[in-house]
């Protein structure tokens, strides 16, 4: 049986930290959920002042943009329901080593966009 020890100063300000970081990188998301959105809205206001033909939109864009904002904000509820669950383990002396299900989870989610990302650029060459 594994056995109880108190949570020191250094173990909260670690989940801190780790908490913020995540805090970072919904928003990091979402930035660059919103960016990617407004690609579209870019590329049909260049052509508009150079006089030359719009490109035809998919709205591929604006789609995955979107999914991006949404990713971005999941993450940052998810980072304060496991922030908050993480303190309540260290408060009551528990054990905490087990891999993050939501970095896990962020990472395929975000691997998958990439990938999908890629084969849109590959087939729309």
Do not use: C
Not at 25 to 44: D, K
Not at 91 to 104: H, K, L
Request: glycine share 8%; hydrophobic share 50%; charged share 15%.
């Amino acid at each position: 049986m594994p056995e109880n020890r108190s949570a020191s100063p250094s173990d909260y300000l670690a989940a801190e930290r780790t908490f913020l970081a995540w805090i970072r990188t919904g928003l990091a998301l979402m930035g660059f959920g919103f960016v990617v959105a407004r690609f579209g809205l870019f590329l049909r206001e260049i052509a508009t002042t150079t006089h030359s033909h719009s490109p035809e939109s998919t709205g591929v864009s604006l789609w995955i943009g979107t999914t991006l904002l949404i990713v971005g904000a999941a993450v940052n509820v998810a980072a304060s329901i496991n922030h908050v669950r993480l303190i309540r383990k260290l408060n009551r002396g528990e054990d905490i080593g087990q891999p993050s299900s939501v970095a896990i989870a962020v990472a395929l989610i975000l691997a998958t966009i990439g990938l999908a990302l890629a084969v849109y650029l590959v087939l729309m060459r």
